[in-house]
């Protein structure tokens, strides 16, 4: 936060469809590589995050430069110092392009067709991410399963927590995207213990920094 420098993966330098140290990350690059028709809510929901340190998931296009349009969603949170001050932004980006998302798809396949009543519940936290993001029902499953990754936490356990989280809190008042954005974000640590698998070989080759 204080030189305003960003640290971008490999990985990132390839969804954005550059060759790695190709070109020099900055919040404007990010903002032109949007999609014109996403931009605004791109740079609102960048600004927030970076000047309150308020968890987000962003979902929205950007066209690389060989006119590819790629569909992704960042998922970040502000990083505070002792004393409550928001000192850095990390997180990470998902492509949830039609093939990525066949991608994700297999690698939790096992943990939803495991337990045939974990269904129900992943919908129910699909349809709370869809409705606080106005996202489709494949970028709400690629963020839970991207965190459920992340995490190494079962993904119905993650959705189970999330559900709890959201009936338990009362009436969400205020910014309903923020309140779902930190339940979604800080579910893992609530999940027990028990709940928590064996990280998957495919998962370092599919986290991508940012």
């Known amino acids: 936060m204080a030189n305003g420098v960003l640290s971008w ?22 903002l032109d590589a949007c999609h014109p028709d996403d931009r605004a809510q791109a740079a609102a929901a960048m600004s927030l995050t970076v000047a309150s340190g308020i968890g987000c998931v962003n979902a929205h296009r950007i066209i690389t430069p060989s006119n590819d349009v790629r569909h992704i969603v960042i998922v970040g949170c502000g990083i505070t110092d002792s004393h409550g001050v928001t000192v850095e932004i990390s997180g990470y980006a998902v492509d949830v392009s039609p093939t990525t998302n066949t ?37 709400a499953f690629g963020v839970l399963s ?29 910014d309903l995207r923020a309140n779902v954005s930190h339940l979604i974000l800080t579910a893992h640590e609530r999940v027990p213990v ?10 370092d080759a599919l986290y991508t920094d940012v």
């Open 9 to 30: 993966s490999d990985a990132l330098y390839g969804i954005y469809g550059y060759e790695v140290d190709e070109v020099t990350p900055t919040k404007d690059l990010l």
């Open 103 to 139: 991608v994700v798809a297999e690698s939790v396949k096992d943990a939803v067709e495991s337990v045939v009543t974990s269904r129900a519940v992943i919908e129910q936290a699909k349809g709370a991410l869809m409705l606080a993001f106005r996202v489709d029902a494949d970028t």
């Open 146 to 174: 991207w965190q459920s990754q992340m995490h190494n936490v079962k993904l119905r356990s993650l959705a189970e927590q999330v559900m709890l989280d959201l009936q338990g809190s009362g009436p969400l008042d205020g």
């Open 194 to 203: 028990g709940s928590v698998k064996r990280a998957r070989a495919r998962t």
